[in-house]
């Protein structure tokens, strides 16, 4: 009898005798072929040893036999699922929902599936409704909680993994994810406990240890969240993300074994389909082609969930173009430096100006001066993502100007809701975003040749003289002190680079030592950021033959004062890959030349581009020896120095590169391009703006 055969293959499955139950069923469809629960054990048996494709056989016959077969269909859909056919498994999971609505797991499984197709708010609410059914349940409150940090709702995860921590204060993961919701709300120190804690309950816990590293990040301790994120690599060796933070940061803080080997397997990793840091890129050798990749693979989760589909139709009204700038750095920051002047310039005539902003309040006269200078300023900090798409929408924002792209604290998943019609990448990052919801990116002809549209997924807008905006206002304090206030010598040659740490490569610190060591009394003038980055380069400096001592570091001050202090500098040294962006544009307006090397990118071409706009192009160099050739020459000639400064100050006043009148009319003419284009109906093309006078 086929009952027997059944009966006898779930005793042998129940004793562990895989073989002997398999062959049990098989006796029991044999006897009778109609019959759906040996079909449905059969293909739970398939399912344990990974014959998926048999398995979902068995479970297709099992239904097709008894339609109304919950267990069958739900086995169905989880082997689907492990296969990766989503759309497929969905079904099957709604299948069984429509058969019986109350099982809490089944719409907890529909939400991963959601989930995995980035349909967010729709496995938000499948998780809610198995929450409802089983208010206990740990899956599928973990999950919602992962939802909604996706969604920016960062407050509503941590008010879920807190219910779920109350009720099993031993959950690694909640504790995990908590973290992470901390860190999104800038909460680092609480962050930091909850990653602890998940580790206190788990000891090898590779994820919370990346996640204790970014805490440890965000409060500054460099050595700290280096220690973490090689913990995460130790527990895990093929840990991606902790291997792109480990790399990045060890770079920051110029720990240098196993430099180029390290940025070589970053590129790889991004070659080879993996997700890597668009940002971690800039700073290697990569290629425009490896930083197009790369951007797409980044952003491809973040475009998928594209729940709100916006209605872009205009009335025909005249008026003025509505711009929204979207940033988490309208404060004391190096972008907002840039570009104040920008919107205290722009023509009210013809446009309306509005800032979103994202970022921190820090009651600074920055942050208050750029409130003055929008027509309106909104704070969208507490928003989700989509609620801060529907805002901007509501607003009747024509052109949205991303100043964030992939640096740190970015939100490109608000501009993936297309809040607006025409998107714009400007100013904040230095290459293409990869992303479909971009439509132009603002450069000039010296950074981005039109040779490189390839290596964008935006269309090119070329303005003339520079694309990097400049804020000729900026207060030069009058009093700069002494050269030994600042601990320099009293003479001798003043070599200066206040680049950011991360730039700053072996390579280039070789040249740097090498010039310090042809010109005797001379001193390399560097950025004091962290402690441990003046460690480790003066250790360099030591092994390369260099007195440690001739790295002098210069502490975070007021801009003003740091303006003023560049006057006791001779000379300012780049760094490539990654060239000096605001930091040359600073050392230029106080006066102080600025050699570079061109890299191979938009990011290492930046300063020669306003080097170009302020005319000193014989400061542009295009090889690692040129540069150290020039640094030499004018190292041993002081007059040619002098000669050098006495240009740049006649030149401030005069240049393309700090005339914000001139400047201003050029963006605003390619703003106006951009929305003639759009309201026309066609396509976003790349084209170029000519100089106003």
Not at 504 to 516: E, G, K, M, N, Q
Not at 568 to 590: E, R
Request: charged share 20%.
């Amino acid at each position: 009898y086929a009952e027997a055969f059944l009966a006898l293959g779930n005793a042998l499955k129940q004793q562990g005798d895989v073989e002997g139950a398999m062959a049990a069923y098989h006796s029991a469809v044999a006897v009778r072929r109609d019959y759906p629960e040996a079909h449905n054990n059969l293909g739970v048996l398939l399912q344990m040893q990974d014959r998926l494709e048999e398995a979902a056989s068995a479970y297709r016959q099992a239904a097709a036999l008894r339609p109304a077969y919950t267990e069958a269909v739900f086995n169905l859909g989880v082997v689907l699922h492990q296969q990766q056919d989503l759309s497929a498994a969905e079904a099957a999971y709604r299948r069984v929902i429509s058969l019986n609505p109350a099982i809490a797991f089944v719409h907890n499984n529909l939400g991963t599936v959601l989930q995995q197709q980035a349909r967010l708010e729709e496995a938000l609410a499948a998780y809610g409704r198995a929450i409802e059914l089983q208010g206990d349940y740990t899956e599928a409150l973990n999950n919602a909680g992962i939802v909604l940090q996706e969604l920016g709702r960062a407050g509503e995860a941590i008010d879920l993994y807190l219910r779920l921590i109350q009720r099993m204060p031993a959950y690694a993961d909640a504790h995990n994810n908590m973290g992470t919701a901390l860190l999104a709300q800038g909460r680092a120190l609480e962050a930091r406990a909850a990653f602890e804690q998940a580790l206190a309950q788990r000891a090898e816990f590779p994820e919370a240890f990346y996640n204790l590293g970014n805490a440890w990040r965000e409060l500054g301790d460099l050595r700290q969240a280096i220690s973490a994120y090689a913990n995460a690599l130790r527990l895990r060796p093929d840990y991606a993300d902790a291997f792109s933070q480990l790399t990045y940061h060890r770079a920051q803080a110029c720990d240098w074994d196993n430099y180029d080997a390290n940025q070589e397997r970053l590129i790889d990793l991004v070659r080879q389909g993996v997700r890597v840091p668009p940002f971690y890129l800039l700073s290697t050798p990569a290629s425009g082609a490896d930083q197009l990749r790369c951007a797409e693979q980044w952003t491809r989760p973040i475009a998928l969930p594209r729940q709100a589909q916006f209605d872009h139709r205009r009335d025909a009204r005249g008026g003025r173009i509505r711009i929204g700038y979207l940033s988490a750095d309208f404060h004391q920051h190096a972008t907002a430096q840039l570009m104040v002047e920008l919107l205290e310039r722009h023509d009210r005539r013809r446009f309306d100006v509005v800032g979103y902003s994202y970022g921190p309040d820090d009651n600074s006269p920055m942050r208050a001066r750029l409130a003055r200078a929008f027509d309106r300023f909104v704070d969208i900090r507490a928003m989700s993502h989509r609620e801060a798409a529907r805002l901007i929408h509501a607003d009747k924002v024509d052109i949205l100007i991303d100043l964030k792209g992939y640096t740190h604290h970015a939100r490109p998943a608000i501009l993936a809701h297309r809040p607006a019609p025409v998107q714009v990448s400007y100013l904040g990052y230095p290459a293409t975003m990869g992303a479909d919801f971009i439509d132009y990116v603002i450069v000039d002809r010296f950074v981005v040749p039109p040779s490189e549209q390839d290596f964008f997924s935006e269309r090119l807008v070329h303005l003339p003289d520079c694309y990097q905006v400049n804020d000729s206002t900026r207060e030069i304090a009058s009093t700069p002190g002494s050269r030994s206030d600042f601990g320099l010598p009293t003479h001798g040659l003043v070599l200066c680079s206040f680049n950011n740490s991360y730039k700053i490569s072996p390579a280039i610190f070789d040249v740097w030592t090498r010039l310090l060591a042809a010109t005797p009394g001379s001193v390399l003038w560097l950025l004091r950021t962290n402690e441990l980055v003046e460690d480790n380069l003066r250790s360099e400096a030591a092994r390369r033959g260099v007195d440690a001592a001739r790295l002098i570091f210069a502490p975070v001050m007021p801009l003003a004062e740091h303006l003023a202090r560049h006057r006791h500098a001779d000379l300012f040294l780049d760094t490539v890959p990654c060239n000096a962006h605001t930091t040359a544009s600073d050392a230029l307006w106080a006066g102080l030349p600025v050699l570079t090397c061109n890299g191979n990118t938009f990011a290492g071409r930046v300063a020669g581009s306003l080097l170009r706009a302020i005319g000193l192009p014989e400061l542009i160099t295009e090889s690692l020896d040129e540069y150290e050739r020039a640094a030499l020459d004018l190292a041993r000639d002081p007059q040619r120095l002098i000669a050098l400064r006495q240009r740049l100050e006649k030149n401030r006043g005069a240049s393309a590169l700090f005339d914000l009148p001139r400047y201003t009319r050029n963006i605003e003419a390619a703003y106006a391009r951009m929305w003639q284009t759009w309201l026309s109906g066609k396509a976003p093309q790349s084209f170029s703006i000519e100089s106003a006078n």
